[in-house]
């Protein structure tokens, strides 16, 4: 079992950016695949971003491509997801998980997942 924590969420206006960071616990992080979801009030959660152990490869929704770069550290423990040009519809509370899904958006296949962290962008 994997413990995340979530950071970096808050209030920004649209056309911003933040970062957010989750900080795994454990000594095989770098073998897991480390995902990014989010959820609107009222709406279900949504695949957002994901990369694999060695950050060979990443796939994000197409909504946020060209926006949103997900990075890891694994010397850290640590995955990134630096959200650039924010708008309001990316607000939302967003989840950091860890697992082995395939494809890389199977949302149950993910095994651990985190507290969450609010992300609000003002318009």
């Known amino acids: 079992q994997v413990q995340l924590i979530e950071s970096g969420g808050g209030l920004v206006q649209a056309g911003g950016s933040l970062r957010l960071s989750c900080a795994a616990s454990g000594r095989t992080f770098s073998s897991y695949t480390m995902g990014w979801f989010r959820q609107a009030p009222g709406k279900e959660r949504e695949f957002v971003a994901a990369?694999?152990?060695?950050?060979?490869?990443?796939h994000y929704i197409e909504s946020v491509k060209g926006r949103f770069t997900i990075s890891r550290d694994n010397a850290k423990n640590t995955v990134y997801l630096q959200m650039n040009s924010l708008k309001p519809e990316d607000t939302a509370v967003y989840y950091c998980?860890?697992?082995?899904?395939?494809?890389?958006?199977?949302?149950?296949?993910?095994?651990?997942w985190g507290q969450g962290t609010q992300v609000t962008v003002s318009s």
């Open positions: 990369i694999t152990g060695s950050g060979a490869t990443i």
């Open positions: 998980a860890a697992g082995a899904p395939s494809p890389l958006s199977g949302e149950a296949e993910y095994d651990d």
